[in-house]
């Protein structure tokens, strides 16, 4: 069973925050989680929330535009797949709202809407 959490909730529990950011969310959410896999991937987004983007082997220089690209990509991927409620995946969100200049993102997400976004999501 895939854990869902309702991101209104969160909301509504402290409207001042984002779930995204809010470590006590996701370790709410670990509690209630019914499989070790959705409470490692909850340890970790609580994790990430707490000390920011963690290092990535894969983009080991200093320009990280690959890795904000790649976790916007694995963002969309992610809802496309499980839907815009499913709490993982906004362990990718986290870490491009993070790296990424905001107006790349502006730019990608109106990419996205339009159907014209050069990746395949």
């Known amino acids: 069973v895939i854990l869902l959490l309702n991101r209104e909730h969160c ?3 402290d409207p001042e925050r984002d779930c995204i950011n809010n470590a006590g969310f996701y ?6 989680a019914s499989s070790e896999t959705e409470k490692r991937t909850l340890r970790e987004l609580r994790k990430a929330s707490i000390r920011g983007a963690p290092y990535d082997p894969r983009y080991p220089n200093t320009n990280q535009t690959k890795y904000c690209w790649q976790n916007f990509v694995d963002f969309q991927r992610c ?3 499980k839907g815009e409620d499913h709490v993982p995946c906004d362990y990718f969100k986290y ?3 993070n790296m990424c200049p ?3 993102v502006e ?3 109106e990419w996205v809407d339009n159907g014209v976004f050069p990746a395949r999501i």
């Open 27 to 32: 370790k709410q959410a670990e509690r209630e």
């Open 102 to 104: 905001a107006t790349w």
């Open 107 to 109: 730019q990608w997400n």
């Open 95 to 97: 870490i491009y709202s």
């Open 11 to 13: 909301v509504a529990m």
């Open 79 to 81: 809802i496309k797949v």
